[in-house]
C-alpha cells in the first residue's frame, strides 16, 4: 500500500510538472493533480492491458513506439473522467505529455526512487 501511495504522489508531481511545461495541459491545482494520478493508475490497471493486447500487432510493428499513443488514450481518459479541473487540449499534446511523464517517471525511479529502496535493504 505504501509503495502505491508514493507512486500516487510521484505521478502527481509528474503531472503538475508537465502541466506547468505545457500550456495546453491544464490542471487547476494538486488535489487536482493527486485525484488524475489515482484515475490514471486505476486505468493503468484496468484499461492499459486491454488496449495493450488489442493493439499488439501494431505495438510490435513501431518496436512498442505505440505504447505511447497507448499512454496518450488513458490520459484523455482521464481528462474526460476529470472535468474542468484536467483539461489536455489535442491528442496531440497528449502523446507529447505521455513522452514526457515517461521520461520523468524514469528519471525519478532511477534517480530517487531505487536508490531509497537499496539504502533501506539490509
Known amino acids: ?5 508514493i507512486s500516487i504522489l510521484v505521478n502527481a508531481v509528474i ?6 511545461y505545457f500550456n495546453s495541459f491544464y490542471l487547476s491545482g494538486i ?11 486505476i486505468l493503468n490497471v484496468l484499461v492499459k492491458p486491454l488496449l495493450v ?29 476529470m472535468g474542468d479541473s484536467f483539461r489536455i ?16 517517471h524514469l528519471l525519478i ?3 530517487v526512487v531505487e536508490p531509497l529502496q537499496n539504502r533501506r535493504r539490509p
Open 15 to 20: 503531472l503538475i510538472v508537465v502541466a506547468g
Open 109 to 111: 525511479q532511477k534517480a
Open 1 to 5: 500500500m505504501a509503495r502505491w501511495a
Open 53 to 81: 493486447l488489442l493493439t499488439l500487432p501494431v505495438t510490435v510493428l513501431t518496436l512498442g513506439l505505440f505504447l505511447f499513443v497507448i499512454n496518450a488514450i488513458t490520459l484523455m481518459i482521464t481528462q474526460g473522467m
Open 89 to 104: 487540449d489535442g491528442f496531440g499534446t497528449a502523446v507529447l505529455a505521455a513522452i514526457f511523464i515517461a521520461v520523468l
Open 31 to 41: 488535489g487536482a493533480a493527486i485525484v488524475a494520478s489515482v484515475i490514471l493508475s
